[in-house]
């Protein structure tokens, strides 16, 4: 292969690429393509309604397979992609709406465009913006790819929006003022240049002529008597380029099927033995454009090719950044699923031990719970009430029955003090259920902060639910261990303060006037009081104990444990419902496959590109 032929033909692949991604600079696309898309030379058909176009896009094709005829014909631009194959290999089309179909016939090509067309506007005269792509396939064409537009008009005929004659030229402006598109300014050599619509179109978006290549059709069809060669020569309308003319197929030679290869031969000879025109001969026709324009857009690539292989650079970075941040392909044998499960689980309860530990926020919420909730729960106890004096002389007697008792009433003592433990039991529960709150927080911002989690909703769904049974269940035993602190403090009472009760009567006097005294209110009081400093101790001791069943049975097992049950379950599953664990987000499954079929392509171009700079 040529170097030229490499290079057009790298151009015309990193097209696909965009084609296939269906990238084409729209809107609505990716943010780097477009600009690939944008950055890549195209060649654009310009001209009016019949100034032959289509015609000349065939010729160079090689191939008949457009429509052509008078009237509006061409109706979407068709952007048409030229792939040159190895010898002998069948020729064919493909349109990108309909995909895996090839033609070989390209009588069904003319057809499948006409139908296309018909498609989105509907059998009138109306125009779409929407190009139809398709590609060709054959060993007999250069790599090359144009776009057909519809003609410009002047007037909007039956059936057409009065807006027809400004929408198609607005349509063909949007693609030839791209800085990149290469102009076909065709116009018919039997109407005068300086009336040509393709020439004004030109002019407006390529003032210095530098892109635009004029092409004079119908030759054949001028007056007796005159020629072009005023046009053809560059007088009446300088170019960077020189002129080309052509004669095409007339309406008679299309009816009557002559096929391209007589076309072409009828071409070379009427320039020839034109009079007028036998010395431009070499530089007339439309192999000769074709060659033109591939030895153009050799120059245009060659000289685009750095900021090309530096935008092919910038979008494969791009892609490689949003391929980390979708997390690659999950494996599809049951051990590398069980593997990618608990590495994920593991990352999951690294970041939840942080948040415990420390390094991460939350933890801290656990001793606040024990430095501010239990404390001020424990003061907010209602033992004013219970140790009211009315109470107290109320439960003393009912301890004492029928026979008040002697010194110190120790039933009452008792029943006091139970009935004050009692009390101790809601807050060593709420002090539980809280630790249980943070630690279900805890579960839940660490699945949310689990980067690697985020692609699998099952996964992170199943994982928590295990996490929160696991936690209830530390939630029960933290419960039964905190209330057995309680119950205990009241199964026994401690030994001293029961020593120390009749030394403290004694000291209030004689013996003889406490048992006198024994009905009074200080008697009560004094009780009560007893009572209060006994329950204060308690009170002190459960503020340091309960903290530390609560830490001994949830907090540590769930640094400890949080995940056992799920390994046991996750161990047992089978192939496929480990599969179903890594189910993943459909839209972001999509995304990633889209991904890498860009990154593919992409690497793939830059390949190419590398190559052709060496070579060249
Ligand atoms: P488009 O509307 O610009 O795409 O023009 P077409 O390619 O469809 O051509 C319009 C008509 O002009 C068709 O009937 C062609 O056969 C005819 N035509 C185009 N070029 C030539 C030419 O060089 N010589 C003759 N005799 N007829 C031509
Ligand atoms: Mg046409």
């Given at each position: 292969?040529?170097?030229?032929?490499?290079?057009?033909g790298?151009v015309n692949?990193?097209?696909?690429?965009?084609?296939v991604?269906?990238?084409?600079?729209?809107?609505d696309s990716g943010?780097?393509?477009?600009?690939?898309?944008e950055a890549?030379?195209?060649?654009?058909?310009?001209?009016?309604q019949?100034?032959?176009k289509?015609s000349v896009?065939?010729?160079?094709?090689?191939?008949?397979?457009?429509p052509?005829?008078s009237?509006i014909?061409?109706?979407?631009?068709?952007?048409?992609?030229?792939?040159k194959?190895?010898e002998?290999?069948?020729?064919y089309?493909e349109?990108?709406?309909?995909?895996?179909?090839?033609?070989?016939?390209?009588a069904l090509?003319?057809?499948?465009?006409?139908?296309?067309?018909?498609?989105?506007?509907?059998?009138?005269?109306?125009?779409?913006?929407?190009p139809?792509?398709?590609?060709?396939?054959?060993?007999?064409?250069?790599?090359?790819?144009?776009?057909?537009?519809?003609?410009?008009?002047k007037?909007a005929?039956?059936g057409?929006p009065?807006?027809i004659?400004?929408?198609?030229e607005?349509?063909?402006?949007?693609?030839?003022?791209?800085?990149?598109c290469?102009?076909?300014?065709?116009s018919?050599?039997n109407q005068d240049?300086?009336t040509?619509?393709?020439?004004?179109?030109?002019r407006?978006?390529d003032?210095?002529?530098?892109?635009?290549f004029g092409v004079?059709?119908?030759?054949d069809l001028?007056?007796?008597?005159?020629?072009?060669?005023?046009?053809?020569?560059?007088?009446?309308y300088?170019?960077?380029?020189?002129?080309?003319?052509i004669?095409?197929?007339?309406?008679?030679?299309?009816?009557?099927?002559?096929?391209?290869?007589?076309?072409?031969?009828k071409?070379?000879e009427?320039?020839?033995?034109?009079?007028d025109?036998a010395?431009?001969?070499?530089?007339m026709g439309?192999?000769?454009?074709?060659?033109?324009?591939?030895?153009?857009?050799?120059?245009?690539?060659?000289?685009?090719?750095p900021?090309?292989?530096?935008?092919i650079?910038?979008?494969?970075?791009?892609?490689?950044?949003?391929m980390?941040?979708?997390?690659?392909?999950?494996a599809v044998?049951s051990g590398?699923q069980l593997y990618t499960?608990?590495?994920?689980?593991?990352?999951?309860?690294?970041?939840?031990?942080?948040h415990?530990?420390g390094?991460?926020?939350?933890g801290?919420?656990?001793?606040?719970?024990?430095?501010?909730?239990?404390?001020?729960?424990l003061?907010?106890l209602?033992?004013?009430?219970?140790?009211?004096?009315?109470n107290?002389k109320k439960?003393v007697?009912?301890?004492?029955?029928y026979?008040?008792?002697?010194i110190?009433?120790?039933?009452?003592?008792?029943h006091?003090i139970?009935?004050?433990?009692?009390y101790?039991?809601?807050?060593a529960?709420?002090t539980?259920?809280?630790?249980?709150n943070?630690l279900?927080?805890?579960?839940?911002?660490s699945?949310?902060?689990t980067?690697?989690?985020r692609?699998?909703?099952t996964?992170?769904?199943?994982l928590?639910?295990?996490?929160?049974?696991a936690?209830?269940?530390f939630r029960?035993d933290?419960?039964?261990t905190?209330?057995?602190?309680v119950d205990?403090e009241?199964?026994?009472?401690?030994?001293?303060?029961?020593?120390?009760l009749?030394?403290?009567?004694?000291k209030?006097?004689?013996?003889?006037?406490?048992?006198?005294?024994?009905?009074?209110?200080g008697?009560?009081?004094?009780?009560?009081?007893?009572v209060?400093?006994?329950?204060?101790?308690?009170?002190?001791?459960l503020?340091?104990?309960?903290?530390?069943?609560?830490?001994y049975c949830q907090?540590?097992?769930?640094?400890?444990?949080?995940?056992?049950?799920?390994?046991?379950?996750?161990?047992?599953?089978?192939?496929?419902?480990?599969?179903?664990?890594?189910d993943?987000d459909?839209a972001?499954?999509?995304?990633r496959?889209?991904?890498?079929r860009?990154?593919?392509?992409?690497?793939?171009?830059?390949?190419?590109?590398d190559s052709?700079?060496w070579?060249?």
């Amino acid at each position: 292969m040529t170097t030229m032929e490499s290079l057009i033909g790298l151009v015309n692949r990193i097209q696909r690429v965009c084609t296939v991604l269906g990238d084409f600079g729209d809107a609505d696309s990716g943010a780097t393509l477009p600009t690939l898309w944008e950055a890549l030379p195209s060649v654009a058909v310009v001209g009016g309604q019949s100034s032959g176009k289509s015609s000349v896009l065939e010729s160079i094709v090689g191939r008949d397979f457009l429509p052509r005829g008078s009237g509006i014909v061409t109706r979407r631009p068709l952007v048409l992609q030229l792939h040159k194959t190895e010898e002998r290999q069948q020729e064919y089309a493909e349109f990108l709406h309909l995909p895996r179909r090839k033609f070989t016939d390209f009588a069904l090509v003319r057809k499948e465009i006409q139908d296309e067309t018909d498609r989105m506007t509907g059998k009138t005269k109306q125009i779409s913006p929407v190009p139809i792509h398709l590609s060709i396939y054959s060993p007999y064409v250069v790599n090359l790819t144009l776009i057909d537009l519809p003609g410009l008009t002047k007037v909007a005929v039956e059936g057409q929006p009065d807006t027809i004659v400004e929408d198609i030229e607005n349509m063909v402006r949007s693609y030839v003022e791209k800085p990149n598109c290469i102009i076909l300014a065709i116009s018919p050599a039997n109407q005068d240049i300086a009336t040509s619509d393709a020439m004004k179109l030109a002019r407006e978006v390529d003032p210095a002529g530098e892109r635009t290549f004029g092409v004079l059709t119908k030759l054949d069809l001028m007056d007796k008597g005159t020629n072009a060669l005023d046009v053809l020569e560059g007088r009446s309308y300088r170019l960077q380029q020189p002129w080309v003319g052509i004669v095409n197929r007339s309406q008679a030679d299309i009816n009557k099927n002559v096929d391209m290869i007589a076309a072409r031969r009828k071409e070379r000879e009427y320039f020839a033995t034109s009079p007028d025109y036998a010395h431009l001969a070499s530089t007339m026709g439309s192999e000769y454009l074709a060659k033109l324009l591939s030895r153009h857009l050799e120059s245009v690539i060659r000289a685009r090719i750095p900021s090309i292989t530096s935008l092919i650079n910038k979008t494969i970075n791009e892609l490689e950044s949003e391929m980390d941040r979708l997390g690659r392909p999950v494996a599809v044998d049951s051990g590398g699923q069980l593997y990618t499960i608990l590495g994920l689980c593991r990352a999951f309860d690294r970041i939840f031990k942080e948040h415990l530990d420390g390094g991460r926020p939350g933890g801290d919420r656990i001793y606040g719970i024990f430095d501010n909730q239990l404390p001020a729960a424990l003061r907010k106890l209602p033992f004013d009430r219970h140790l009211s004096l009315q109470n107290v002389k109320k439960v003393v007697s009912e301890a004492d029955g029928y026979q008040p008792h002697l010194i110190a009433p120790e039933q009452g003592y008792r029943h006091l003090i139970e009935g004050a433990l009692s009390y101790f039991r809601g807050p060593a529960e709420a002090t539980v259920d809280a630790v249980h709150n943070v630690l279900k927080e805890l579960v839940r911002k660490s699945v949310r902060e689990t980067e690697e989690l985020r692609r699998f909703p099952t996964l992170q769904a199943e994982l928590a639910a295990a996490a929160y049974e696991a936690l209830e269940r530390f939630r029960e035993d933290s419960r039964k261990t905190a209330l057995r602190l309680v119950d205990m403090e009241a199964s026994y009472l401690t030994v001293e303060f029961f020593r120390k009760l009749p030394q403290e009567v004694e000291k209030g006097g004689n013996p003889h006037a406490s048992t006198i005294d024994r009905y009074s209110e200080g008697h009560f009081r004094r009780i009560g009081s007893n009572v209060s400093s006994y329950i204060g101790m308690v009170s002190e001791m459960l503020k340091n104990s309960i903290p530390k069943s609560a830490v001994y049975c949830q907090v540590r097992e769930a640094k400890r444990s949080l995940l056992d049950q799920f390994y046991t379950q996750v161990g047992k599953k089978e192939g496929k419902e480990l599969g179903k664990l890594l189910d993943e987000d459909p839209a972001l499954m999509e995304r990633r496959q889209q991904c890498a079929r860009r990154l593919e392509l992409y690497q793939a171009a830059r390949e190419e590109v590398d190559s052709v700079s060496w070579t060249g």
